[in-house]
C-alpha cells in the first residue's frame, strides 16, 4: 500500500499534520511518500492507494499551484480511478475552479470546474462545527477567509444548523465525489472524528482496531456533547 503526502514541509497549520500521524500509526506497513513541491508527484508515474494534502499558509499558495497545476490532469486521473484522496483547509480551496479575491482570479486545479472559492481578507471566519456523514456526526472547527461558491454537485458534509457550510448561505460542507473527500473543516478531522478515520481505513485494508480507539472515541464523544447540546452557539465571530 502506497500513501502520498502532498508538500508536508509547508502544510502544517491547523494541527491538520495529526492527519498525517495518525494514518502513520494505523498504516504501519503501508509505503509513505512525501512529495515536496521540488519533486514530481509520486502518482504522476507510480500506483498509490491514497493521496493526502493538509492546509498551507495562503504565503504558499503560489508555490504549491505552480507545483502542482503541472499535474491537474493525472490528479483527476486518479480520481476518477477511485484513489482515496484527501485534502483539506487551504488545500482544498484549489480544487475549484479559481479563487478570487478583490475582484481579481486565480486559477486553481480545477479538479471541480462548478465551484470556485472567494476570499477577503479583511474578514475571518471562526467557527465550530458539527454535521453529518454517511448517518455519522463530523465536528471540528472552521477558521478560513475564503468561502466556496457554485453548483455544488457532490456535498461532502450536511451542516447542522447553526453552523456554516461551504458558505453563510449554504447548508452544505465541502464536496465528496467516489473517494475524493475535501473539506474546510479542520482539527485535524480524523482524529477528531474516529468514525470517520475508520471509514477513511476501511478503504484502504481491513481494520480490526484502529491506534488509540478507545481513547479516541471518548474524546470524540465528550466533544460531540459539548458541540452538539442545545443551544450551542457554532460562529464564534468574524474578525474584520
Known amino acids: 500500500m502506497v500513501i502520498e503526502i502532498l508538500y508536508k514541509d509547508l502544510t502544517n497549520i491547523y494541527g491538520d499534520v495529526g492527519n498525517i500521524k495518525i494514518l502513520e500509526k494505523n498504516l504501519p506497513d503501508a509505503k509513505f511518500v512525501y512529495t515536496t513541491v521540488k519533486d514530481t508527484p509520486y502518482f504522476v508515474n507510480n500506483k498509490v492507494d491514497m493521496i493526502y494534502m493538509g492546509s498551507f499558509p495562503d504565503e504558499y499558495l503560489d508555490i504549491i499551484l505552480k507545483s502542482l497545476s503541472k499535474y491537474k490532469s493525472k490528479l483527476k486521473e486518479q480520481i476518477e480511478k ?36 472567494i476570499c477577503d481578507k479583511d474578514k475571518r471566519h471562526n467557527s465550530l462545527f458539527v454535521g453529518t456523514f454517511n448517518n455519522t456526526k463530523i465536528v471540528g472547527n472552521k477558521s478560513q477567509f475564503t468561502f466556496m461558491y457554485g453548483d455544488n ?17 449554504s447548508r452544505y460542507e465541502g464536496i465528496h465525489y467516489k473517494n475524493f473527500f475535501g473539506t474546510q473543516v479542520l482539527g485535524p478531522i480524523l482524529i477528531l472524528n474516529p468514525l470517520f478515520l475508520k471509514y477513511i481505513l476501511k478503504n484502504l485494508t481491513k481494520v480490526k482496531k484502529m491506534y488509540l480507539e478507545d481513547l479516541m472515541m471518548e474524546a470524540y464523544n465528550n466533544r460531540l456533547t459539548e458541540f452538539d447540546k442545545p443551544g450551542r452557539r457554532y460562529i464564534l465571530k468574524d474578525h474584520g
Open 82 to 117: 477511485n484513489v482515496l484522496v484527501l485534502f483539506t483547509g487551504t488545500a482544498f480551496e484549489i480544487c475549484g475552479s479559481y479563487i478570487e479575491e478583490g475582484g481579481s482570479k486565480k486559477s486553481t486545479l480545477s479538479l471541480f470546474e462548478d465551484v470556485y472559492f
Open 153 to 169: 454537485k457532490y456535498p461532502f458534509i450536511t451542516a447542522k444548523e447553526g453552523c456554516m457550510g461551504m458558505n453563510k448561505d
